[in-house]
């Protein structure tokens, strides 16, 4: 971890707000990455499919784009199956549960100062707390 | 819909859509958020900790601060969709719960959805499993919630 890393984070941030005050000053949408692939997973946002899928199709085809002007093109994610199986479900039914994850209930909500997405926030990171140190620190697993 | 060419007649609400994802998705890979090890440092308190997503966070929040003032000031956007309404503070167990299930799993593999998605295309096996158990998981999500709301009222 350097400074520079913190500089690349506020410049990313702010790339962040720009697409969520775009997508709600002009579409009307609360940008929420689980809520927009959700609502096409199980159905409830059928009237607003076309919009979700291009929201999706940008959000996965143009950071690709970036990688020749970009360091970083490895995510350095475990190895391990059994792991990221896991992991995956709890992230797909608790967001689901939840209504939002780190967009939605974070950006939007706690800039909103909505209650529900500051309390989301402040359990997801005790859950993701509890976890990294139960996972790293006592089974060094991860 | 399936007819329908994707940018031969796109709608200015369906660029737009499209706008805001790639804006979003290279921000996360900019910002770092699409490294899990940085992910993982970030929620390691006893660790060595990594404030890198305070500033992503930090980033984000404070212009829209400033932007959700702006939206329910004028009550629809700019396409003419109503502003969503500020939700009741409601705090169920499917709401905790499914929290709480969000960050272990966000602390076990060190992504959540927005950098799935950003990083799909350049995540390799790993990350196309994670995508998978996560749309898997969505799935089954609804079934999760009746089973748990006929636990808990009755």
């Known amino acids: 971890m350097m400074p520079v890393d913190w500089i690349w984070g506020l410049v990313g941030g702010l790339m962040i707000g720009g697409a969520a005050a775009l997508y709600l000053l002009v579409n009307g949408r609360i940008m929420g990455a689980s809520g927009i692939l959700g609502g096409l997973v199980d159905g409830t946002g059928r009237s607003s499919m076309v919009e979700r899928l291009a929201f999706l199709f940008g959000a996965m085809a143009v950071p690709p784009l970036l990688v020749p002007f970009y360091t970083l093109v490895d995510t350095r994610i475990t190895s391990n199956p059994a792991i990221i199986i896991a992991a995956g479900l709890l992230v797909g039914i608790g967001t689901r549960l939840a209504n939002g994850c780190t967009s939605g209930h974070g950006v939007c909500g706690i800039s909103r100062l909505a209650p529900r997405g500051l309390g989301s926030t402040a359990l997801y990171l005790l859950g993701g707390a509890v976890t990294v140190y139960i996972f790293r620190h006592i089974l060094g697993a991860i | ?154």
């Open chain 2, 1 to 154: 819909m399936a007819a329908k060419p994707f940018f031969g007649h796109a709608e200015p609400r369906e660029i737009i859509a499209f706008v805001a994802g790639g804006l979003f998705g290279s921000g996360l890979l900019v910002s770092g958020m699409i490294d899990t090890k940085k992910v993982q440092g970030w929620l390691d308190f006893f660790g060595a900790w990594d404030p890198t997503l305070a500033f992503v966070l930090g980033g984000a929040v404070v212009p829209m601060f400033f932007v959700w003032r702006l939206a329910e000031a004028r009550k629809v956007s700019l396409l003419g969709t109503p502003i969503p309404p500020r939700p009741a503070p409601k705090f169920d167990p499917a709401f905790i719960i499914g929290s709480l299930m969000f960050g272990a799993g966000w602390g076990l593999a060190g992504l959540c959805p927005g950098p799935a998605l950003a990083s799909f295309a350049i995540g390799g096996w790993g990350g196309a499993l994670f995508f998978l158990a996560m749309v898997s998981g969505m799935v089954v999500a609804p079934t999760v919630a009746g089973w748990l709301s006929s636990r808990t009222t009755s």
